[in-house]
T-cell receptor, first 115, second 114 residues
Framework: EPEVTQTPSHQVTQMGQEVILRCVPISNHLYFYWYRQILGQKVEFLVSFYNNEISEKSEIFDDQFSVERPDGSNFTLKIRSTKLEDSAMYFC?????????????FGEGSWLTVV | GENVEQHPSTLSVQEGDSAVIKCTYSDSASNYFPWYKQELGKRPQLIIDIRSNVGEKKDQRIAVTLNKTAKHFSLHITETQPEDSAVYFCAASIVGGSQGNLIFGKGTKLSVKP
């Protein structure tokens, strides 16, 4: 069964450093998402991406965050200057066009620790 | 924007008993309601979903009901087994156009005691 894959699985970074989290969505999916889950808390929406542009973003997704689809397969989340409170599990997800039912499939997550 | 409330936050049942988790949503435009199961350290995995044109959906031991008027939906697990122990999240979204992002509830930690 096709899966969303994410790298790295775990990254430790110093406060103020830039991090890039990478994702390969399911190949025939057109909508891509990033979600965040702080330890022990709920999954929170960050951003959705369609047709090479952001379609929606939450208030969490401020100017320090950016997303990019640099080629035909990868979808990246960049955090420009990490803060301690950015420590969380970041899930990439993808879905077919919403009109087909919008089942969203999650990757295994990238655990980011900011020290 | 959409807000999803989920109750209870923890639920402990004996193996074989039923478990019910309830969610309410605020945006009447929401029309898609999935339930995800998340085991410790793993990704959320879709277990069942329901769309607003349906009142109930069942898949073996799992069922979901939706009351559009009251804006609430529930997950029912019958004949619970220890492997059902996990955190369950409800979510809501608006399907169509460029939208479709999920707004999650806070989760319910289900413990099934053998």
């Amino acid at each position: 069964e096709p899966e969303v894959t994410q790298t790295p699985s775990h990254q430790v970074t110093q406060m103020g450093q830039e991090v890039i989290l990478r994702c390969v969505p399911i190949s025939n999916h057109l909508y891509f998402y990033w979600y965040r889950q702080i330890l022990g808390q709920k999954v929170e929406f960050l951003v959705s991406f369609y047709n090479n542009e952001i379609s929606e973003k939450s208030e969490i997704f401020d100017d320090q965050f950016s997303v990019e689809r640099p080629d035909g397969s990868n979808f990246t989340l960049k955090i420009r200057s990490t803060k301690l409170e950015d420590s969380a599990m970041y899930f990439c997800a993808s879905s077919e066009q919403p009109s087909s039912g919008n089942t969203i499939y999650f990757g295994e997550g990238s655990w980011l620790t900011v020290v | 924007g959409e807000n999803v409330e989920q109750h209870p936050s923890t639920l402990s049942v004996q193996e074989g008993d039923s478990a019910v988790i309830k969610c309410t949503y605020s945006d009447s435009a929401s029309n898609y309601f999935p339930w995800y199961k998340q085991e410790l350290g793993k990704r959320p995995q879709l277990i069942i979903d329901i769309r607003s044109n349906v009142g109930e959906k069942k898949d073996q031991r799992i069922a979901v009901t939706l009351n559009k008027t009251a804006k609430h939906f529930s997950l029912h697990i019958t004949e619970t087994q220890p492997e059902d122990s996990a955190v369950y999240f409800c979510a809501a979204s608006i399907v169509g156009g460029s939208q479709g992002n999920l707004i999650f509830g806070k989760g319910t930690k289900l413990s099934v005691k053998p």
